[in-house]
């Protein structure tokens, strides 16, 4: 079975401060990891992935995810949030070999507070 | 690059309606496309998988008559909601994928609302 945990709703942050969204998951082989942002009444953009290779990934508008096997996460991070970051993020999960399609958390809200 | 055009945006109509959705991936060739449903703060919930020139594979508890997908070249799929009825109003979102180590992208979703 696959399967995403997002353990935060709503993450707050002040602009210009490093932000995290947290995200672990649980897969049967290896994982295919994901992270995506959606604005309002708009399909998700994506951000970064981790596919093999190194565990520190950089993505999109200066996020990067680390993957860590051991405790299985994939959080994300920025050292320096800005305000146009405020959106809803998800991390999502396949396994390798598995799955055809991605599993998706329940996604956390992030607000830059100016 | 990697660009997903969904249309349309938003629909508004009568109950009883069928509603087609287009999911076209602008510049890459789409081997398998997703169809998704969002829920107000929510996550999205796959309807169903469909690969080019193949019948779509739907997930547990969703209706392929009522639902129906076609997947009819590499940068075309279409969901149709046949008879719309109030419940089906929901934010419908497809994405697009070349091969199995590629993301998904997707599109800007469809906001349907069923009077």
């Known amino acids: 079975a696959q399967s995403v945990a997002q353990p935060e709703d709503q993450v707050n942050v002040a602009e210009g401060n490093p932000l995290t969204v947290k995200c672990t998951y649980s897969v049967s082989g290896n994982p295919y990891l994901f992270w995506y942002v959606q604005y309002p009444n708009r399909g998700l953009q994506f951000l970064l992935k981790?596919?093999?290779?190194?565990?520190l990934v950089k993505g999109s508008y200066g996020f990067e995810a680390e993957f860590n096997k051991s405790q299985t996460s994939f959080h994300l991070k920025k050292p320096s949030a800005l305000v146009s970051d405020s959106a809803l993020y998800f991390c999502a999960v396949r396994d390798r070999a598995g799955a055809n399609n991605l599993f998706f958390g329940t996604g956390t809200r992030l607000t830059v507070i100016p | 690059g990697a660009v997903v055009s969904q249309h349309p945006s938003r629909v508004i109509c009568k109950s009883g309606t069928s509603v087609k959705i287009e999911c076209r991936s602008l510049?890459?060739?789409?081997?398998?496309m997703f169809w998704y449903r969002q829920f107000p703060k929510q996550s999205l919930m796959l309807m169903a998988t469909s690969n080019e020139g193949s019948k779509a594979t739907y997930e547990q508890g969703v209706e392929k008559d009522k639902f129906l997908i076609n997947h009819a070249s590499l940068t075309l799929s279409t969901l149709t909601v046949t008879s719309a009825h109030p419940e089906d109003s929901s934010f419908y979102i497809c994405?697009?994928?070349?091969?199995?180590?590629?993301?998904?992208?997707f599109g800007d979703g469809t906001r349907l609302s069923i009077l």
């Open positions: 981790y596919i093999t290779g190194d565990n």
């Open positions: 994405s697009a994928r070349f091969d199995r180590d590629q993301p998904q992208h």
């Open positions: 510049d890459f060739q789409a081997t398998t």
